[in-house]
């Protein structure tokens, strides 16, 4: 009997040859190149791991010639640099520039988002002479840029290497978002940055009320101000936000159309699926397919 012949991407659990190495329980990673552009950097490798129990280590020596970017999800770890550890906690997000002696490690099962630039460190984050702290506590939108870039080296459409570059530059924006001081020159009204934020954390049915209490304002007060400096109602603006974590959840391929429905807050399968077609154009069970056929090609 044949064999269907596995797709050459990575998908995952393994590798392009099938493989799992043998300190991981899951792993998915995506791979880059420069794509034949003239480009200042890109992004060379991308990846989720979920280490087996016992001890673990990452260091430079993985990659020496890169640097190294880390979302930790879970689990108890180490950072290790310039003679000193430090506690690695669930949400924290570090940066490792080229060569910088560095030892990430645990006793203990862990997860993390990973990705490496060669050759390359942008100076917007300072000294490259030591291993920079980006965030500590979990945003979902530093995690939602990982998982976008690895996402986009597996896929490897025509352009990739440029788009990762773009969410690579979202994600130094968020950095810059969450460290920089509360009184920063954003134009828009205190109120309406709060309740973008909310807005975007919370995927639940969408409550008027509870989201004009969040941010101290009235219902009629909030809409007029959104109107004015976004464009669009908050329902609007939150439907939007609630599609965009849909289309991420359907483009890893965990989860049926009706758990991803329920993971942003729809209780109707049907009318989420409505939702979805008027916003993207296609319905979720398609824009599924379309992700599945284009690993597989």
């Not at 080229?98 to 050759?119: C, E, L, N, T």
């Not at 965030?135 to 990739?160: H, S």
Request: charged share 20%; with cysteine.
């Amino acid at each position: 009997m044949m064999m269907k012949q596995l797709p050459k991407r990575p998908i995952a659990g393994g590798t392009n040859q099938g493989l799992r190495p043998l300190r991981y329980t899951y792993w998915r990673v995506g791979y880059g190149s420069s794509e034949g552009f003239a480009l200042d950097f890109w992004i060379e490798r991308a990846g989720e791991f979920h280490t087996k129990p016992g001890a673990y280590e990452a260091s430079q020596h993985n990659h020496p010639q890169s640097s190294q970017f880390y979302f930790h999800l879970d689990g108890v770890a180490e950072m290790e640099a310039n003679g000193g550890g430090t506690a690695v906690s669930p949400g924290d997000v570090l940066a490792m520039p080229v060569g910088v002696p560095f030892r990430y490690h645990s006793q203990s099962v862990i997860r993390y988002h990973w990705f490496s630039i060669p050759h390359f460190w942008p100076i917007v984050l300072g000294s490259a002479d030591d291993v920079h702290w980006l965030a500590r506590g979990f945003d979902a939108e530093l995690e939602a840029r990982f998982t976008e870039i690895r996402e986009i080296l597996i896929l490897g459409k025509p352009g990739y290497a440029l788009r990762a570059i773009g969410v690579f530059y979202e994600l130094l924006a968020r950095v810059m978002e969450r460290t920089s001081p509360d009184n920063n020159t954003s134009n828009y009204p205190e109120a309406v940055r709060n309740a973008l934020t909310y807005l975007r954390e919370n995927s639940a049915a969408y409550d008027a009320m509870g989201v004009a209490t969040a941010v101290g304002l009235s219902q009629s007060h909030l809409r007029a101000l959104f109107e004015k400096w976004v464009g669009e109602s908050p329902k609007q603006f939150h439907t939007r936000c609630r599609m965009d974590e849909a289309r991420r959840l359907l483009q890893q391929g965990d989860l049926t159309v009706s758990q991803v429905a329920l993971q942003v807050g729809f209780h109707d399968a049907r009318y989420f699926s409505r939702v979805f077609k008027q916003m993207t154009g296609v319905p979720p069970s398609q824009y599924a397919q379309n992700r599945t056929t284009d690993l597989t090609d």
